[in-house]
């Protein structure tokens, strides 16, 4: 008999694996794009360049852990708005991917897991492999969403893994590693992937995080308020554009005590 590698989504699939509800899923976009967002009341799926060919709308699981180029003195416009989404009924998924796929792409992610094609990891599209990715690789949604992820010898001893599980291993370190410069909250963040626009409904948009200066712009509450009960905000601070994300991690957390959300 011929070896045969286990894949990521074949091993969720067939292990017996506890599987909680999913964090809410975030979508963040530069907030120059903010007003345009408001005015449709939608999330537009973009040209993608890493699914060549394909519109998609992207939001990860549990945190806004989206980042474009970092800016050295930011404008406001410049930095992220977030959109906290949890769906009564999920708009159809493309795809689920455990990590940034962008980031994959351009060779941001270690060496040990891109020494895997990255097609090997993708989920399909079955939203209840999320909560089994979570459980197996961090237990609990909250230790997923503060990512705190299991031992790997906790893993081992649960399931009998062996080379053939290689894939399934380097994940389990790209969690397990710690931020630097290339390097970031992308990896231990599980990518949702959707194939056309998303509308925006007040039984599905928990809450939104926007620079306050937004705040102070004619029709930007008051449009926001029809959409969701809450808003956060935080300050343009003269910090780069990546030394906010403190700030809106802090806000994302508030509106999920504010709505309820217990992780």
Avoid at 77 to 104: C, E, H, N
Avoid at 158 to 167: G, I, K, P, R, T
Avoid at 234 to 253: G, T
Wanted: hydrophobic share 35%; glycine share 4%; aromatic share 10%.
């Amino acid at each position: 008999m011929k070896p045969r590698e286990v894949r990521l989504r074949e091993f969720l699939s067939n292990s017996n694996i506890a599987t909680p509800k999913s964090p809410p899923w975030v979508h963040s976009a530069p907030s120059s794009k903010l007003i345009k967002i408001i005015q449709d009341e939608k999330l537009v799926a973009m040209k993608c360049d890493v699914f060549k060919g394909e519109k998609l709308c992207y939001l990860f699981v549990g945190r806004a852990a989206y980042k474009g180029r970092d800016a050295l003195n930011p404008e406001a416009w410049q930095l992220p708005s977030v959109f906290v989404m949890r769906f009564a009924t999920p708009p159809p998924i493309k795809r689920i991917y455990p990590f940034d796929t962008g980031a994959f792409d351009r060779n941001r992610m270690p060496s040990y897991l891109t020494a895997f094609d990255m097609q090997n990891f993708e989920l399909g599209s079955d939203d209840a492999l999320i909560g089994r990715l979570i459980s197996l690789y961090f237990d609990t949604p909250r230790r997923y969403v503060d990512r705190k992820s299991v031992d790997e010898d906790k893993i081992k001893e649960e399931h009998v893994l062996d080379m053939s599980h290689a894939e399934i291993l380097a994940l389990g370190k790209l969690y397990r590693e710690g931020s630097t410069k290339n390097y970031d909250d992308r990896a231990a963040a599980i990518e949702v992937q959707v194939g056309e626009d998303i509308p925006l409904r007040k039984q599905d948009l928990l809450g939104v995080v926007i620079p306050e200066e937004y705040m102070r712009t004619d029709g930007v509450r008051e449009s926001l308020l029809k959409l969701t009960k809450y808003i956060e905000t935080y300050r343009l601070l003269p910090l780069s554009l990546s030394q906010h994300y403190s700030s809106i991690y802090d806000a994302v957390e508030r509106i999920y005590k504010k709505a309820g959300v217990n992780i």
